[in-house]
């Protein structure tokens, strides 16, 4: 871990910081960090922090090693435009793409980059019940979850978003939960329609769920289909341009490479990224031969 790396992370945790009311409420929000390294990292009193301690707050406060640039793709900007909707008119959308597609970068760049907006990203595992759900929810809220029920977590969930200026809950990855899960979901909407939005981000396998559910007539599927208002919003996939900006960006330049990664990569943005990998090996390997 760099002198320069931990610059970086110091500040992506600065920002993150300011996202909440108070220190307090952003420190409980990271997993195995206190608020003791939190004061540490932000005077700049790191001779202590361990390299792994390191790691695990930047993960946390969107610290990325390979420091990825942004470029605007169509379907970046198709998710913006639906964050945006969603989050001004407490709406809920379900939108769809391949692997790859940057669904995870895109609603992790929204959560960090509306600071303070009560923006809320969860990315979504098939081990979560509806108790560990709405924990990793009241956590990415600043809210403890220490010593509720289900119960009484939700009616804090609810209570809190209701008292919030245009709140945003991004589930990426929704298609990994469990049916109990999934199905809770129109409970949230129906307390919150209007009031919060939501929006789904996944690879074709929700679609593919629900329409399965609803060709079998499985109970709540109709139900939830409604709620995202029967339609699924599918991301497009990468150009030829937006490849090669994309490779700029990663200091890919060489244009027999930019095409091959075209031709192959199938709208898979992180096997750039890869790509990336390969060329700094292979330059490191020339400055040691």
Not at 239 to 254: P, S
Not at 257 to 286: C, P, T, W
Request: hydrophobic share 40%.
């Amino acid at each position: 871990m760099t002198t320069a790396q931990k610059q970086q992370i110091q500040q992506h945790l600065l920002n993150y910081v300011t996202k909440f009311d108070s220190q307090a409420k952003a420190v409980a929000t990271l997993k195995g960090v206190s608020e003791a390294t939190v004061i540490s990292i932000k005077n700049g009193k790191w001779e202590s922090i361990s390299a792994d301690m390191w790691r695990n707050v930047g993960k946390q406060v969107g610290w990325d090693s390979r420091q990825s640039k942004l470029v605007e793709t169509m379907a970046f900007s198709t998710l913006v435009l639906y964050f945006d909707l969603a989050k001004e008119h407490g709406a809920t959308f379900a939108i769809t793409g391949g692997a790859g597609y940057g669904k995870s970068f895109g609603g992790k760049w929204y959560r960090d980059n509306m600071q303070g907006k009560n923006v809320y990203y969860l990315e979504c595992a098939s081990y979560w019940n509806k108790k560990y759900f709405l924990i990793e929810l009241l956590t990415a809220m600043g809210i403890s979850a220490m010593g509720m029920n289900v119960y009484e977590m939700m009616k804090t969930i609810v209570s809190a978003l209701r008292k919030q200026d245009k709140p945003l809950i991004i589930l990426d990855e929704i298609d990994k939960l469990p049916d109990p899960v999934l199905l809770f979901f129109i409970t949230f909407y129906n307390e919150l329609n209007g009031l919060c939005g939501i929006v789904w981000t996944s690879t074709d396998a929700i679609k593919k769920r629900i329409n399965n559910g609803l060709r079998r007539q499985l109970p709540g599927y109709s139900e939830i289909y409604r709620r995202i208002g029967r339609k699924f919003i599918d991301l497009v996939k990468t150009d030829l341009e937006e490849v090669r900006a994309i490779c700029e960006a990663n200091n890919i330049t060489d244009a027999e490479e930019v095409h091959r990664l075209f031709n192959e990569y199938e709208g898979d943005i992180s096997r750039i990224d890869r790509a990336y990998l390969r060329q700094l090996a292979k330059e490191m390997y020339k400055k040691r031969a």
